[in-house]
């Protein structure tokens, strides 16, 4: 494992990926795929329903056998075995990192300092399933004796994006008569819009946070108790129909008032990002029902078996951890697009922006020492073929290189007239015309005016996947959720960096709570900062007074 002092650019393996790429930078797609006419059958892996094309990399036989060398000379497997471990691998908060423990199967044991989490795990998802059914069925009743028709998740960052990501994708098997909504930003507009519409009487809200404690979290859930109990004619017992926590920490939601009764716990071994399909799955459940929901663990399940126990040749999350490492340290490539073509996944890159991102945004390895090579990518995307009229100019003829993930699936779930057809037949162009381009003699070839011909010609030899599927069901969800998670471990175990830490968001929390009362004071306040936050606080405390 490249743990102690040794930097991964000390490696043998990354020294030959150094010396490899000076002999293939030159290399284009075209000339790849011209001497090996099997090259889009082979490059592939056709595992757990998802088909993987990741032949349109810039890669040779000998690339992909180097990267392989670098997982194993980095001890990917022995990392990936303490993680299923349970061993306390998220070294800077001293925790294990179990959210494959959300999926085991019932009889399965994964042991935490000793005890066997899979039972707790099973008892809060039996207590989600008789939730949602109460509510589902219309059994659950508000304080008013009305059924609940409205749910509102109330979370920020994985308490938010997860829920909010999961039932755009799986809305297709929603229950179409519950009205779900998802508010995250302390922007009062976000309730304001939320609520507006609503009758509290009707409304559940769940209160969604590890912590409890986060600024933005609880100060969106003390207003929509106003607002739930302004509507309700003040009757501090409403609250107990109308809030439920999904939380780690019982006292604080007590303390909130929130019956813990009516909680639903996790635990300090899933990391926020990595917890949509713990109790912050809540909204998820509602939403799909439990059967779709457990069809959904299923999936994330047999894709943490894949990426446990399939050889690194052949396990989708190895190779698409290793072809990022490939595609940023040595193509340099700054970012990652994800690229869906399927509306129902709109919100699976902001998603993955924050798995990934929070993951691997780190400067250091898990000793402290400064890397001397380049960690996470930034990751974006829209869904195809919105996209495609926006800013793929910049990825087909650009100066940056923007590796693509394009993912697609052969079933439409809304079937109409020729759409399928011409959605997929824009995934397959996008990541020919990347590939391959159009060269100034074609462009030519076609009567353009010589001096128009610099500007349509296409330099192609840009990389990316496919990722074609039959159809978007909850299962296959969960397995493209997972496959991405651990891609991300397998960066991460790469770059020696911990992927489970996020303290870069805290000094901006921590400023934050020291300018809100500045903001506030009714007298004006003594300002420590820099001369430009002085002059923006006094600014705001004037525009606010008109
Ligand atoms: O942004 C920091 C963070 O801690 C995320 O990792 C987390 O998902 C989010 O805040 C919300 O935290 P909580 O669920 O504790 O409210």
């Known amino acids: 494992m490249t743990t102690g002092d040794q930097l991964l650019s000390e490696c043998a393996a990354w020294k030959k990926l150094e010396a490899h790429y000076e002999e293939v930078q030159g290399l284009h797609l075209k000339t790849l795929f011209a001497d090996d006419p099997a090259r889009g059958e082979r490059l592939t892996v056709d595992a757990l329903g998802l088909y993987l094309d990741y032949s349109k990399n810039r890669i040779t036989d000998e690339t992909f056998k180097l990267l392989l060398d670098l997982a194993e000379e980095t001890g990917l497997r022995a990392h990936i075995d303490a993680m299923f471990r349970g061993d306390k691998i998220n070294l800077t908060e001293n925790r294990s990192v179990l959210h494959v423990a959300l999926r085991a199967p019932k009889g399965a044991t994964i042991l935490v300092d000793g005890e066997n989490v899979v039972p707790q795990v099973h008892a809060v998802l039996d207590k989600m399933v008789d939730f949602s059914h109460r509510v589902r069925s219309g059994a659950w009743l508000g304080h008013t004796g009305q059924r609940i028709r409205n749910i509102i ?118 990391g926020g990002r990595y917890s949509m399909d713990s109790a912050i799955g809540l909204s998820t459940m509602l939403a799909i029902g439990s059967e779709h929901f457990l069809a959904m663990l299923d999936g994330f399940h047999q894709m943490d078996e894949h990426f446990r126990t399939a050889a690194f040749a052949e396990n989708l999350p190895v190779i698409l951890g290793l072809l990022t490492i490939w595609n940023t340290n040595f193509l340099k490539a700054q ?101 391959f381009g159009k060269t100034s ?73 020291r300018i809100t009362p500045e903001l506030e004071s009714q007298t004006e306040p003594e300002l420590n900062h820099d001369s430009s936050t002085n002059c923006l606080i006094r600014r705001y405390r004037k525009l606010k007074k008109n």
């Not at 840009?462 to 397998?490: C, D, M, Q, W």
């Open 153 to 270: 998740n109330i979370g920020i960052g994985g308490s938010d994006l997860g829920p909010v990501m999961a039932y755009e994708a799986l809305r297709y098997y929603s229950d179409h008569n519950l009205t779900f909504r998802f508010v995250s930003n302390v922007d009062g507009t976000d309730l304001a819009e939320a609520t507006r519409d609503l009758d509290p009487a009707e409304t559940l809200f769940i209160i969604s946070s590890k912590t409890f404690t986060t600024a933005e979290t609880m100060t969106n859930a003390h207003s929509a108790r106003d607002w739930l109990l302004a509507g309700l004619g003040g009757d501090t017992k409403a609250v107990a129909k109308h809030f439920v926590a999904v939380s780690t920490n019982a006292e604080k939601v007590s303390e909130f008032g929130i019956d813990t009764g009516n909680m639903f716990e996790f635990w300090d071994w899933v």
């Open 441 to 513: 003699e074609q462009v030519q070839a076609e009567g353009t005016p010589d001096r128009l011909v610099p500007h349509r010609v296409f330099e192609g030899n840009r990389p990316s996947n496919t990722i074609l599927i039959e159809r978007l069901t909850p299962e296959i969800l969960g397995k493209l959720i997972a496959l991405y998670e651990h891609s991300v471990f397998t960066q991460g175990a790469i770059w020696n960096i911990d992927s489970f830490d996020q303290w870069g968001v805290e000094l901006g929390k921590a400023l934050a709570q």
């Open 335 to 435: 970012t990652v697009a994800i690229l869906p073509y399927e509306q129902y996944l709109k919100r699976f890159p902001a998603y993955l922006q924050q798995l990934t991102m929070e993951s691997s945004g780190k400067h250091v390895t898990l000793n402290g020492t400064h890397v001397d090579y380049d960690t996470g990518p930034v990751y974006w995307g829209e869904p195809g073929t919105n996209g495609q009229h926006s800013f793929y100019q910049l990825i087909h003829q650009g100066t940056r290189l923007i590796p693509c993930d394009f993912i697609a699936f052969g079933q439409p779930l809304n079937p109409l007239g020729r759409h399928h057809d011409m959605l997929l037949a824009n995934v397959f162009a996008q990541a020919e015309a990347l590939a």
